[in-house]
């Protein structure tokens, strides 16, 4: 059996290429989890070093 799956180089909201982690088998970025989380009501910011 061959199975074939779109190969994601980026994260999959914004297809930004820095930053990436992996979740449950797909890259977001660290900016867009901040963004998410602020979405959500969660009050996380991220802290620029």
Known sequence: MIILRK???GD???GNMENL???KGKL???DTIVELAGI???GVYKIKR
Do not use: N, P, Q, R
Request: aromatic residues 20%; charged residues 20%.
């Open 28 to 30: 977001i970025s660290k």
């Open 40 to 42: 959500a009501g969660l």
């Open 12 to 14: 999959i909201f914004t």
């Open 21 to 23: 982690i992996e979740f």
């Open 7 to 9: 190969f994601e180089t």
